[in-house]
């Protein structure tokens, strides 16, 4: 069992930048975990952003946040970020972090079944 805390959120104009993290409060060693991010708009389904494997060696992003967003991990401060940057309006969503000591290959992470625990989520509005 993982408890995950999202932070980091809140408002933000076109062309600016946030950082979330996720910590994760686990009986488990956090690096026995890949980690992701996913985000829900309005009346959409909740989508993939990133995913990073247990080690941190290897990233997989949407296609929609390549080259501007950024996973990383801390697995000595039990955390997950992730850096986004030139934010646009469309990236306003509530975020989520995930975690699963499955070792998928790192393209299978994009479906959410894959993920077995979730955080309460932290929105980010970014104004035009």
């Known amino acids: 069992q993982v408890q995950l805390v999202e932070s980091g959120g809140g408002l933000v104009q076109a062309g600016g930048s946030l950082r979330l993290s996720c910590a994760a409060d686990?009986?488990?060693?956090?690096?026995?975990?890949?980690m992701g991010w996913f985000r829900q708009a309005p009346g959409k389904e909740r989508e993939f952003v990133a995913a990073i494997t247990r080690s941190g060696a290897i990233t997989y992003y949407a296609d929609s946040v390549k080259g501007r967003f950024t996973i990383s991990r801390d697995n000595a401060k039990n955390t997950v970020y992730l850096q986004m940057n030139s934010l646009k309006p469309e990236d306003t969503a509530v975020y989520y972090c995930?975690?699963?000591?499955?070792?998928?290959?790192?393209?299978?992470?994009?479906?959410?079944?894959?993920?077995?625990?979730w955080g309460q989520g932290t929105q980010v509005t970014v104004s035009s």
């Open positions: 686990s009986g488990r060693t956090f690096s026995s975990y890949a």
């Open positions: 995930a975690a699963t000591p499955t070792p998928y290959g790192i393209t299978w992470y994009v479906r959410r079944e894959r993920w077995d625990y």
